[in-house]
């Protein structure tokens, strides 16, 4: 590496080791934001040929319903479908319509029981372990999630990525972190402050050398999830967190604009939100549990014979859920052929709050939120998710059917010009949307 180039690498480094502050104190004038500061990973520089490609920034907004938009008149996203592409009646997002399985497999394109994160929170009976999303020592443990996800198929293939509080984006999966990424904190993630830092992070790293200029940046926003579940799909704050987020989605995009880069952005929610019907079902009532581990409604036991005596006292017991055991499971759900999925698996006929035991006495039990999400969305529509687009590698005013979110996967590495893994995902779904057709790349990765 020529001695010009090695100073400015022992630069971005410095910056991102010591953080935004440390590196404007210098009078460099980054743009970063030390409201979120990102930690740098030496992956090595992009190559001659990832510095050719275009660029690529995905947007979640948790809980964000597949009819907000409209509803709320967001005038941001809609203005995005104008200029390129969405689906109009939605996303459809895997099942369980869960955070932390989605965010997973809309940059993996597997379903949750072929990464491995089939819930927020589960029990592993091979490992002996139960992984919680709000741990980080299981969350940000990549030996816990299957599949290569996109900044690491980026990274593999000599291309920079950033992870803005994407789920997993901290774990070291397939060999990669990305070479920058944020670490979440619970309690400053929803701040305005940390909103907008977001936004400069996104604009700032488009900025860098180009031997440094991530080509893929994800980015997390916690709302309008978070309202949805304390208020409900349709009270007036939620509307509000709704027309809010959107508001920031033009501010990203014009942050987008000035930096002059050829960029594809692409709005994306993991699921949609349902007002709850009813207080808490507790499948102990129904069924003894004895012998099983649970973790919410997921049941684990030890012996074939707790399996299907639990199985035989549940399947008849409530209208409000239905049991199968494990490998029957409905083939459309994809949701029959991991042990972390239990057996038997519950699965809610509407809006129900559904665990498996009660507290005991003497530790709190709030009632359930006032919206929720996780359910069938075949069987429970609202718990569709968004889908808006638009970018010089997009068709303009095209609507796409409702789609399985695995599709996602092998579209956006379309676009990006990497080769991808085989997925559950098939780029035929969206290739329409594309203004190459979905044409075969002619990839250079790594020269």
């Not at 920034?57 to 509803?71: E, M, P, Q, T």
Request: hydrophobic share 40%.
């Amino acid at each position: 590496m020529r001695l010009r180039a090695l100073h400015h690498w022992i630069l971005v480094s410095l910056l991102f080791t010591l953080g935004p502050a440390a590196h404007n104190s210098a009078g460099q004038g980054t743009g970063f934001n030390p409201a979120l500061p990102l930690t740098r990973v030496d992956n090595g520089p992009n190559s001659a040929w990832a510095q050719k490609q275009h660029y690529l920034v995905l947007v979640s907004l948790d809980g964000f319903r597949w009819d907000y938009a409209k509803r709320d008149n967001a005038a941001h996203l809609l203005s995005l479908a104008r200029q390129g592409v969405s689906a109009p009646q939605g996303m459809m997002p895997s099942y369980p319509s869960l955070t932390f399985p989605n965010h997973y497999t809309l940059v993996t394109g597997l379903y949750p029981e072929h990464t491995g994160i089939v819930a927020n929170s589960f029990f592993d009976p091979a490992r002996g372990a139960r992984y919680a999303y709000n741990d980080p020592e299981t969350a940000n443990d990549g030996s816990w999630y299957s599949g290569i996800p996109l900044w690491s198929l980026a990274e593999t293939q000599g291309m920079h990525a950033a992870c803005i509080l994407w789920v997993a984006c901290e774990a070291k999966i397939a060999g990669f972190r990305p070479s920058y990424y944020a670490h979440y904190d619970a309690k400053t993630e929803p701040t305005p402050e940390a909103q907008q830092a977001r936004i400069e992070n996104a604009a700032a790293l488009l900025r860098l050398p180009a031997a440094d200029r991530p080509h893929f940046i994800a980015i997390y926003f916690s709302e309008p999830d978070h309202s949805g579940h304390h208020y409900g799909p349709d009270a007036p704050e939620t509307r509000a967190a709704v027309l809010k987020m959107d508001a920031l989605i033009g501010k990203l995009e014009s942050a987008l604009k000035t930096t002059g880069l050829p960029i594809d952005l692409v709005v994306v929610s993991d699921h949609g939100m349902v007002k709850s019907q009813g207080d808490w079902i507790n499948l102990d009532q129904f069924a003894d549990l004895t012998g099983f581990d649970a973790v919410k409604d997921h049941l684990y036991a030890k012996s074939e014979a707790d399996r299907t005596r639990v199985y035989n006292q549940l399947k008849k017991a409530s209208p409000q859920f239905i049991v199968f055991r494990r490998k029957d499971v409905p083939a459309d759900l994809n949701y029959n052929q991991n042990p972390r999925e239990g057996d038997p698996v519950v699965i809610a006929t509407g809006p129900y709050a559904i665990r498996a035991h009660a507290p005991a006495a003497g530790e709190p039990n709030p009632p359930p939120t006032t919206g929720m999400h996780g359910f069938d969305p075949h069987r429970i529509p609202e718990m569709k998710a968004i889908f808006f687009a638009a970018g010089p590698d997009l068709v303009v005013e095209k609507t796409v059917a409702p789609f399985d979110n695995v599709n996602l996967y092998p579209w956006m590495a379309h676009l990006l010009g990497l080769t991808p893994p085989k997925s559950d995902g098939d780029l035929g779904i969206l290739s329409g949307t594309l203004r190459d057709g979905g044409a075969p790349l002619e990839t250079e990765q790594g020269k």
